[in-house]
């Protein structure tokens, strides 16, 4: 039996395409949370101020090309560098998740003396969560039910909301009004719109922040909507 060749995929492409492999000792490391410290004149120490994200988090893949390294090294370079912004990272030590990163041009190959294998670090720089692919799934809701977080942290939904009235979790009321037929609401990026065109103007909260879906059991209180379709978008670091 071979040995398993460890690959990651980007923008929906598996990099073994481009005869890419990998290994993990990148893929373990975790993001840093933001501290404000506080001193106080007179009094030993420090308060600590903590805000409420994590910062970004470079992952760096040890990555190997076996054979027609000129030409892998070439392709592979053209292939990222033609998708800015933010893409879908997978790997396989990973299957089940995924990050959001993108790639920012840089790479110092070693090669093989006649050009046919080389190994190189391959670093993209992410978002903090490590999405969970089961996060993705719809939960349709036509009345009050509840949802469980399965991690440890909260997590900010994306809602299609049919209908005016009211959606309450996470201790914060999102009160729709005169939406025909839907509204998408972003928990995560803070925004209201009906495919693509802002209707943030359509939406009021009961507190300054957009909710979030706890750990643990959520209670999710519909009234008056027709109905909340709803993707959590689980993560953990």
């Known amino acids: 039996m071979g040995i398993m060749r460890q690959t990651v995929s980007f923008a929906g492409v598996d ?17 840093e949370r933001v501290y404000d ?8 120490g420090a308060l600590l101020g903590i805000e409420n994200r994590l910062e970004n988090i470079e992952l760096t893949y040890p990555a190997f090309v076996y054979a027609n390294f000129r030409k892998a090294i ?18 396989t030590y990973y299957p089940e998740e995924y990050r959001m990163g993108y790639y920012a041009g840089g790479l110092a190959p070693e090669m093989t003396q006649r050009l046919e294998a080389g190994n190189f670090d391959l670093t993209f720089n992410c978002k903090p969560q490590r999405y969970l692919k089961a996060g993705r799934t719809v939960t349709t809701m036509t009345a009050t039910g509840t949802l469980y977080n399965p991690t440890d942290f909260p997590a900010r939904p994306l809602l299609r909301v049919y209908g005016s009235g009211t959606i309450t979790f996470g201790g914060v009321t999102i009160t729709v009004t005169g939406v025909s037929p839907y509204i998408d609401i972003d928990c995560e990026l803070m925004d209201a719109y009906y495919q693509g065109e802002s209707r943030n103007d359509k939406i009021s909260l009961s507190a300054n922040d957009f909710p979030a879906l706890i ?11 027709t109905s909340v379709e709803i993707t959590p978008r689980w993560w953990r670091v």
């Open 74 to 91: 070439s392709d592979l370079k053209s292939f990222l560098l033609s998708h800015p912004g933010y893409q879908e990272i997978t790997d």
């Open 215 to 225: 750990p643990g059991l959520n209670t999710v209180t519909l009234s008056g909507v």
């Open 37 to 44: 410290p506080i001193t106080i004149p007179g009094r030993n």
């Open 15 to 31: 990099l073994s395409t481009y005869g890419v492999y990998i290994s993990g000792s990148g893929v373990f490391d975790a993001p």
